[in-house]
């Protein structure tokens, strides 16, 4: 059985900070690729930030560049998120994929509240 559990959610002011945990349990996650994405009320889930295990390269949605940061140690995969903005209200999950798949093919979370108060 895999799990990955998020944690780290919670409600915050416009311009503060969260950071989100994510624990992978299960396997050995060194290849696996991993990454955030999130969806707000009433829209489609969308990407936010992954971490290639391969090189370390990270990638960022256009949205969250600059103030978000994604990082790992082991088995966790970690989402820094600064200056946060009522527009970052969102339902945040982790996934990993084991490359070539994509994260549709792979693992997700239950996922983490975020609320961003104005």
């Known amino acids: 059985q895999v799990d990955l559990v998020e944690s780290g959610g919670g409600l915050v002011q416009a311009g503060g900070s969260l950071r989100l945990s994510c624990a992978a349990s299960g396997r050995t996650f060194s290849n696996y690729n991993m990454a955030w994405f999130r969806q707000a009320p009433g829209k489609e889930r969308e990407f936010v930030a992954a971490i290639i295990r391969r090189d370390g390269d990270t990638y960022y949605a256009d949205s969250v560049k600059g103030r978000f940061t994604i990082s790992n140690a082991k088995n966790t995969v970690f989402l820094q998120m600064n200056t946060l903005q009522p527009d970052d209200t969102a339902v945040y999950y982790c996934?990993?994929?084991?490359?070539?798949?994509?994260?549709?093919?792979?693992?997700w979370g239950q996922g983490t509240q975020v609320t961003v108060s104005s």
């Open positions: 996934a990993a994929a084991l490359p070539p798949a994509g994260y549709q093919n792979g693992y």
